[in-house]
């Protein structure tokens, strides 16, 4: 849903001239249907009003992206992937909430073929399925419970701070129920450790909760995964300038470890940044 490994912002704003107060108003947003307004103004589901639009109101920047302006995004994201897939090429992936498609063709770049996308927005099917990737349009609960088939990995990049915490117990399950035995689950979300944590905790309306972690950790035990790491999603060194940033970077993160030192007498971890990345396996025993 969000973008993975930062926010792209909400466009670019004016104020727009009328005889009252000045608002804001997206360059991006497109003139609102009936519907729509019905949704705003509580005739509706907030969740429904917001995914049918979210592409143009949360990352109009989507909307004209191009490969290229991609590349280096990718690349950050296959290197920190490294080491977490499935050593097959022909293994069976899921990507729930796959948006514009970023991480099926980051996966596709490593060689990966066997690949599907679930995503309840129609702005984001159409952007995916317009970089040739196979897509479905489906809620991700009723897909995982309608699929008949067990993948090796399910992918589930800025969607889990979606859900409320029963609904996230039950998406865990229905994805540990979607995993063959061994299988594995790489996720992304914000995390609460992080000095900016709400930033992203608030950056998007249909955000319901944020991990620290710790709290990661246990909720994905709680739901029966094993073998769990945890991830910074830290500047990606491509150039000089972001080798300068990825020293200030360690500076930072240092200063943190420092005040949680202080504060608590541990490092809580050691990961500051905006988002994390987690890996876990479904426990074949179970």
């Given at each position: 849903m969000s973008v993975p490994g930062g926010t792209q912002g909400f466009g670019c704003w004016r104020a727009a001239k009328q005889t009252g107060p000045q608002r804001l108003v997206s360059k991006n947003a497109m003139k609102?249907?009936?519907e729509d307004v019905n949704a705003y103004r509580g005739r509706g589901s907030y969740?429904?009003?917001?995914?049918?639009r979210y592409v143009e109101i949360q990352v109009p920047g989507w909307l004209h992206f191009s490969e290229a302006s991609k590349l280096v995004e990718r690349r950050g994201?296959?290197?920190r992937l490294q080491g977490w897939l499935p050593a097959c090429s022909s293994?069976?992936?899921l990507d729930l909430g796959c948006g514009a498609g970023d991480q099926m063709v980051a996966l596709r770049s490593m060689g990966y073929h066997n690949l599907i996308g679930v995503d309840r927005g129609p702005q984001q099917?159409?952007?995916?399925e317009k970089r040739g990737l196979r897509v479905v349009k489906a809620d991700l609960r009723d897909y995982l419970r309608g699929c008949d088939q067990a993948f090796d990995a399910?992918?589930?990049f800025d969607i889990i701070e979606h859900f409320a915490k029963d609904e996230v117990l039950e998406l865990l399950g229905l994805i540990w129920d979607g995993l063959k035995p061994g299988g594995i689950l790489v996720l992304q979300t914000p995390n609460a450790l992080s000095p900016w944590a709400a930033h992203y905790r608030y950056a998007d309306l249909t955000h319901e909760l944020i991990f620290s972690p710790e709290c990661m950790a246990s909720t994905l035990r709680l739901t029966g995964f094993g073998e769990?790491?945890?991830?910074?999603v830290g500047p990606f060194i491509h150039g000089i300038r972001s080798a300068g940033r990825w020293a200030l970077w360690q500076l930072i993160r240092a200063g943190c470890a420092l005040w949680n030192l202080a504060e608590t007498g541990s490092a809580n971890g050691g990961v500051y940044s905006?988002?994390?990345l987690v890996r876990a396996v479904k426990d074949r025993a179970l």
């Open positions: 609102p249907t009936e969740r429904e009003a917001v995914y049918a994201l296959v290197s293994a069976r992936c099917i159409a952007l995916a399910i992918f589930a769990i790491g945890i991830s910074e905006r988002n994390m």
